[in-house]
């Protein structure tokens, strides 16, 4: 068997001391790479001024080597904050009125990535089997082929795949499909991306179904699936009983007093649906006096890509948002929206989540949404909460016990968030068991084993 190569933007170096910190894709992704020894290669996270960056960084740890690229400012400004999260991210996420169109950006993107396959393809050996991770890196396989890499080569994308008609608004829309067909197996979340991903080859002739999920494209032949990925369900559960004892974890639960948590846990992006929700949490306490004063909604969201305008903008808007409904609700000993703008730890997350009675995960896309699965692992089993879930969300094609809702529609999701603080504890055990027991099935671990196997398997390319 040959080595895995691991590539995608970030790279999550484990800190000296062990991956306390570590999320579940990145100890799934390690556990791959440390059974077969390999490589795991992306963006330093650093950059090099307009200077030729520096060589390769190398950092060994066991079998597993860590190759770590600097990029220069242009190279950031065009290839990750400019075509990656201001032209893929939010066209994946179906927000064509978001998209900043701009030659010089797609032009950087293309280049970074044919400096990644610069910079990978001297690593690479020719048994060695090549995963590139996500939106960042299409172009990745077609420029190592065009270096004349014959490795079997598979694709991730961990967002959404729109459909047709949204793709297209996308100037070099051709480009991207194009760069997927150089890859033996291209994976997504849901059969909803893979159904869009064929419906943008039927729709203007570019490819078809050629049976048993492959497509043909281009004159190439590769594989296409779905795998959504799942958490190490198993290890969540337990930190979170765990994480009761944990001190952050009390003090929380003390300041609670009798009052029902409810939680929401995002990265700061349009995509998650956070004005939306609380919108929705207003309307919820405006219709039930009867919990005015008795429930806490506690919305932990980190900073995200802040120097991309759009998401700066959502940061004062969402700040103003939550002290708006505050000044509007809150009584001289009630604040009813907690709102933290910075990053929890994830033992603690575990804990809060557990302390949740509802668990309100509300995108308007998302490729899968892991925060949704976390918080039914983190549960109680004898006294488990409610998620309320998006329909949007990857994860609801797999969470059909959650308590689905359209995040657009207000009223909806208050009415969810009504009916999870009221719903039996009987109702609650029985949905929070099925859901646990797909989530055990279908953890991290099983996603990563079985892309690797169909990797494998499939036939390799043949230009
Ligand atoms: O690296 P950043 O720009 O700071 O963004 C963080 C990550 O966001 C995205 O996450 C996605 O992957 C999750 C796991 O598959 C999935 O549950 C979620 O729905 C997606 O939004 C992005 O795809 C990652 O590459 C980023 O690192
Ligand atoms: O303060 C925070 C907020 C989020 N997360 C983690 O970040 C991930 C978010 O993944 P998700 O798939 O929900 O969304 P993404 O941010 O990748 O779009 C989850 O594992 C969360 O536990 C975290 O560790 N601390």
């Known amino acids: 068997m040959g080595r895995l190569v691991i590539v995608s933007n970030r790279v999550p170096v484990p800190e000296k001391g062990g991956a306390a910190g570590a999320g579940g894709l990145a100890v799934a992704l390690k556990a791959a790479l440390e059974d077969r020894g390999g490589i795991w290669m992306g963006w330093s996270g650093k950059t090099s001024g307009e200077d030729e960056p520096q060589p390769l960084s190398h950092q060994q740890q066991g079998n597993i080597t860590y190759a770590l690229t600097d990029l220069t400012d242009t190279d950031v400004e065009e290839y990750y904050r400019g075509f990656a999260n201001r032209v893929l991210w939010p066209i994946c996420h179906y927000r064509l009125d978001l998209a900043e169109y701009g030659r010089k950006e797609m032009a950087g993107y293309f280049r970074v990535n044919r400096f990644f396959a610069h910079r990978l393809a001297p690593l690479i050996k020719p ?9 960042h890196l299409i172009p990745l396989a077609a420029e190592l082929r065009a270096m004349g890499l014959k490795n079997r080569i598979g694709f991730f994308l961990h967002i959404p795949w729109p459909p047709a008609d949204v793709l297209f608004t996308m100037p070099v829309h051709e480009e991207i499909v194009r760069s997927l067909s150089y890859y033996d197996l291209v994976g997504f979340q849901t059969d909803h991306d893979l159904e869009n991903f064929a419906g943008c080859l039927r729709r203007e002739g570019i490819g078809y179904e050629v049976g048993q999920g492959r497509f043909s494209a281009y004159g190439r032949i590769f594989k296409g699936g779905t795998y959504a990925i799942g958490i190490e369900t198993a290890a969540f559960a337990n930190f979170a009983k765990k994480a009761s004892a944990n001190k952050t974890v009390r003090r929380a639960r003390e300041s ?51 120097e991309v305008p759009e998401y700066e903008a959502m940061q004062s808007m969402v700040a103003e948002q939550a ?15 907690r709102y933290v703008n910075r990053s929890v730890g994830r033992h603690i997350l575990a804990g809060l989540y557990r302390l949740g009675k509802v668990g309100l995960v509300t995108p308007l896309r998302d490729g899968m949404n892991l925060v949704a699965k976390e918080y039914v692992a983190a549960q109680d089993p004898e006294d488990p909460g409610v998620l309320v879930l998006s329909r949007f969300a990857g994860a609801a094609r797999e969470l059909k016990q959650a308590l689905l809702v359209n995040p657009y529609d207000i009223e909806g ?29 279908h953890d991290v671990s099983s996603w990563c084993r079985v892309f690797l196997e169909d990797l494998t398997a499939s036939p390799v390319q043949t230009c």
Do not use: C
């Open 127 to 135: 048994d060695d089997v090549v995963w590139v991770h996500d939106y």
């Open 256 to 306: 609670l007093q009798d009052r029902s948590l409810i939680i929401g846990v995002d990265r700061l992006d349009y995509s998650k649906g956070i004005t939306q929700r609380i919108d929705a949490f207003e309307r919820f306490v405006l219709a039930n006096p009867a919990h005015q004063g008795h429930v806490t909604y506690l919305q932990i969201t980190p900073k995200s890509r802040s």
């Open 323 to 337: 002290g708006r409904v505050n000044g509007a609700l809150g009584t001289v000993d009630w604040v009813p929206i």
């Open 413 to 441: 999701t208050a009415n969810a968030i009504a009916r999870a603080l009221s719903m039996p504890l009987e109702e609650r055990q029985e949905r929070w068991k099925t859901m646990i027991d797909q989530l055990l099935e």
